[in-house]
Structures are given as structure tokens and as C-alpha cells.
């Protein structure tokens, strides 16, 4: 079996000196570059450039996930390109979405903090993590926040000691124009209790450059991170998912869907200059569904949910009216499922967090018919949450596979027929993950047969608070290593 290092690179310190500039780029460390081979007849040659850097002569992986259920089990992925939904509409990002707009980029934002290379106790690295990763508290009145909030703005606060001058100019020169954008739109009375300040930053960035990926590579040039993350859809309108249950009801929002709060939801049509305007990069979704204000959700308490009225049949991406939409998946998206070598459905709420990058045109297709993709992991939960209670670990790998076997893609007329293709469990997901101690039920017999086909690997992870099993970046290092392992041999 071939061994390969799965620990982040350390930082260097040499790019915490004070005259660094702010878009000083990890330098790689001197050993040979390998790079995956493209299907030079499949793959637009613009993509070839984009191919993974292969450090440690590894697999690379394109791990598909969403919130913060994969943040501690990234260290597992040594060469990763992460694709994150952008339609959270709960937390810091609802309040931005309610007043500015725009794409949510909460989840991205913690996955760009999270994947900050380690750095020493205080060194400016460390304190641009720090900054970047703060939370205005929640307990506090709206003046108090909003006065914490100006300190920051205006450089006076304690979070800005230890970063560089450059840096923390060119972090509150965005910080600034956030404050600007809010202050066009005061008659919104935009709240900053329990604002995210990452949140705030890379916001300002995407509304600057007008593209969301811009803003995610200038998050990842001043923290000197080389964290791959595409963002399933390239937009500058906010997304809007919704959830069709077997009831006939619909479900408005991430936050209806999987953690709910007391106060309605509707669609509220908002004016166009609201929006930003559309460039050639991106994908008009007309319009926005604005949300409440700041949504307070509590992470630990997720396991304590209201069951839905009835299960989920599918979700789907709508638009301001409430239609439902047919968005173009990220281009690079698409590219790198035909560059990597290891798919993994990760950790996380199914509907909310996996779901909605597979249900796009295009995906099934680049996933079935990857000819570099050896293996396509589903890390199952170690426990079901309000959108799956009752699933068993079949029904995961049934909804992945159906949602990819529908087709999306707007209606045809005229009789103007189309042939769907449809493909077996196997071209979606070749291996399923599961905890030792999981409280989902994991029938191996059923799941390995035939009409499935999956192969099965438990693994033993580490307890959380409540002393349930769960994922940690160990066990599922080790989990993958024995599947390429298992490829190699039948290879």
C-alpha cells in the first residue's frame, strides 16, 4: 500500500514579516510537481492548468460538503478541491443576504478559516485567523454590537494587534466598503448582532470584484492558504433552494428545511438595484428570496429538531417568484470531477449540504463518466437529523443516486423529445463509510448485493459531547487508504 501525508503544511514564517505583501502566495516546497493526466480528448484545454498539484504523491480528492460537519475531517484530505452550496440562508449570512444580497458565503467562509495553515500562538497569522474567524456576540444589544463593530471598522480594536500593517489594511479597506454598502441601504437597519467579521470581509470582496470566486482567492492569498474551494454555482444573486415533500407541501430556504425558527418565511420580491448586475461569468437566477433577520442558529442544538410533517421527495433551486430554476453548475466544478481521483460525499445534513451540488445539469453525467475518478465515497452520518429521520444508510445512497438520475434541464416543446440517461448505484457511489456504533441502520448484506453494489468499510472514530460516535480526520484517513489499497490490488 502506498503511503502518502495527509497533514496541512506548515505556515512559513517568513510571510508573517511586516513588509509581506498582501498577495505574497504560499510558496511550494522543493519536490517534484506530479500532475494528474487528463482525457486530452474530454477536457478543454483552458482546464489542464487547473489540474491538482499532487505534494506527496497521493490521491486527490473533490470532496463535496457543505456547513461545518467536514471542517474537522479535513486534515484527511492531503490534495483536496472542496465544492460548497451557496444557498445557507441562516446565521450571520441571512442578515447579509436580507440587506445586500448576494450569494450566501457562510459555509465557504468557514471552510477558507478552517483551512488556514497552522501558525505559532500570536503570530500575525495566527491573528488574521483569529479576526477573520470572530463572532460579534450574540448576547448583547444591538448598540453594543454595533459599537464593537465600528472598533473593528476603524482599526482600534484589540483583534487587529500582531497583524501586519499591509494585511490589516487591505482586511479593513473591505471591512470599510461592507460598512459603505450597509449605509446605502440604512432604511434595512441591517443588525450586526452575532455578525461574522470573515463573513463580512469576504462579502464586501464579492461585491467588489462583482465574482464570489475572486473573492474566495483573495481570502486565500492574505491567510496564505492554498485551500482549493469552488462554490457549486458562480453567481452575484442569492440562491434559493426548496424542498418538495411527499405531502405536496414545499419547504422555503435551507433554514425551513433543516432548522426552522418562529417567525414566517416568504418570498419578498426585491427591487433590481438591490441585486448586482450580471457579468459573462455568471449565472442569472432572477431575483432573490430575502429571509427573516439574523436567523440565531445553535450548532449543538441540531439533534433536537421537530420532525417534518411528511419525508422529502427532492429539492430544487427557485427563483424570486417561487419557479423553479435550472442554474449551470461551476464550470470548474465540472472540470475537476474529471481531475481527481477520489469523489467523497461527506459528512453532513443530506438535503441541505450534498444534495444541492448533485442536483444541477451536468453533474450526473461528469461523475458517471469520469475516467479519473477510482472511487466515490459516501461518509454516512452517524445519526439522522430532521431532514433524514427514519433513513437508514440505503436510503443515503438512494436519494444520492436518484437526485443524479433526474434530469434538470428546462422543459422542451413541440415534441421535441429527450433521451435521459439513466445509471446504476456504481457510476455514483462505489464505497460506503460508516462508524462503529452508528445510530443509522447499516444493512451490508442488502447494501453489498448486487442491486447495489456498494462496498462496505467501517471505521471506529472518536465520541462527541454526547458520547456518539463520529468522524475525525484519523479514521477516515484510514478508511480511504484501504480502499485505494483495494483498488490497487483489483487493478
Not at 433551486?317 to 472540470?335: L, Q, R, T
Request: with cysteine; charged share 20%.
Amino acid at each position: 500500500m502506498s503511503c502518502f501525508n495527509l497533514s496541512l503544511r506548515p505556515y512559513s514564517p517568513g510571510a508573517d514579516s511586516p513588509g509581506s505583501s498582501v498577495f505574497d502566495l504560499p510558496t511550494q516546497q522543493d519536490r517534484p510537481v506530479e500532475r494528474p493526466t487528463p482525457d486530452l480528448q474530454t477536457t478543454d484545454p483552458g482546464q489542464i492548468s487547473k489540474n491538482i498539484e499532487r505534494e506527496d504523491g497521493g490521491p486527490s480528492f473533490l470532496v463535496i460538503s457543505g456547513g461545518t460537519g467536514c471542517n474537522s475531517i479535513c486534515p484527511a484530505f492531503g490534495n483536496a478541491c472542496y465544492v460548497l452550496p451557496v444557498s445557507d440562508d441562516g446565521g450571520s449570512s441571512s442578515e447579509i443576504i436580507r440587506v445586500l444580497g448576494g450569494p450566501s458565503i457562510g459555509d465557504i467562509r468557514s471552510r477558507l478559516v478552517r483551512l488556514i495553515p497552522p501558525a505559532a500562538p500570536s503570530a500575525p497569522l495566527d491573528c488574521i485567523r483569529n479576526l477573520l474567524a470572530y463572532r460579534l456576540s450574540a448576547d448583547r444589544s444591538e448598540r453594543e454590537a454595533r459599537d464593537e463593530w465600528r472598533d473593528i471598522v476603524e482599526g482600534r480594536s484589540s483583534l487587529w494587534s500582531g497583524i501586519p500593517n499591509d494585511r490589516k489594511e487591505m482586511i479593513r479597506g473591505f471591512l470599510v466598503h461592507f460598512e459603505s454598502e450597509v449605509l446605502k441601504r440604512a432604511h434595512k437597519n441591517f443588525s450586526f448582532v452575532n455578525g461574522s467579521i470573515g463573513n463580512y470581509f469576504l462579502s464586501a470582496a464579492q461585491a467588489f470584484f462583482r465574482s464570489l470566486p475572486s473573492a474566495i482567492f483573495l481570502f486565500s492569498s492574505i491567510t496564505n492558504s492554498q485551500a482549493n474551494i469552488l462554490p457549486v454555482i458562480v453567481t452575484n444573486h442569492t440562491v434559493t433552494i426548496a424542498a418538495e415533500l411527499e405531502n405536496g407541501c414545499r419547504l422555503v430556504g435551507q433554514c425551513e428545511i433543516s432548522h426552522p425558527v418562529k417567525q414566517p418565511l416568504g418570498i419578498n420580491i426585491i427591487a433590481p438595484e438591490a441585486e448586482h448586475e450580471d457579468n459573462a461569468d455568471t449565472d442569472a437566477l432572477d431575483g432573490v428570496i430575502s429571509p427573516q433577520r439574523n436567523v440565531l442558529f445553535q450548532s449543538e442544538a441540531k439533534g433536537e429538531y421537530e420532525p417534518l410533517d411528511a419525508s422529502i421527495v427532492r429539492l430544487y433551486y427557485i427563483n424570486a417568484y417561487g419557479s423553479e430554476i435550472h442554474p449551470s453548475p461551476n464550470p470548474d466544478y465540472i472540470a475537476n470531477l474529471s481531475l481527481n481521483d477520489v469523489l467523497v460525499y461527506s459528512c453532513g445534513s443530506l438535503w441541505t449540504s450534498i444534495i444541492p451540488c448533485l442536483a444541477l445539469k451536468g453533474v450526473a453525467n461528469a461523475i458517471a463518466r469520469s475516467r479519473s475518478l477510482k472511487a466515490k465515497v459516501l461518509l454516512l452520518n452517524s445519526r439522522n437529523d430532521r431532514e433524514t429521520d427514519g433513513y437508514t444508510a440505503v436510503d443515503y445512497i438512494t436519494t444520492i443516486v436518484r437526485t443524479l438520475n433526474t434530469p434538470y434541464h428546462s422543459q422542451t416543446y413541440g415534441g421535441l423529445g429527450r433521451v435521459e440517461t439513466t445509471y446504476p448505484v456504481s457510476a455514483f457511489v462505489t464505497h460506503l463509510v460508516y462508524l462503529k456504533g452508528t445510530l443509522v441502520e447499516v444493512d451490508v448484506a442488502r447494501i453489498t448485493a448486487s442491486a447495489l453494489g456498494v462496498r462496505c468499510v467501517q471505521v471506529e472514530g472518536s465520541l462527541d459531547k454526547t458520547n456518539q460516535p463520529q468522524f475525525d480526520a484519523a479514521c477516515v484517513r484510514q478508511a480511504v487508504e484501504g480502499i485505494m489499497e483495494m483498488d490497487t490490488r483489483q487493478c
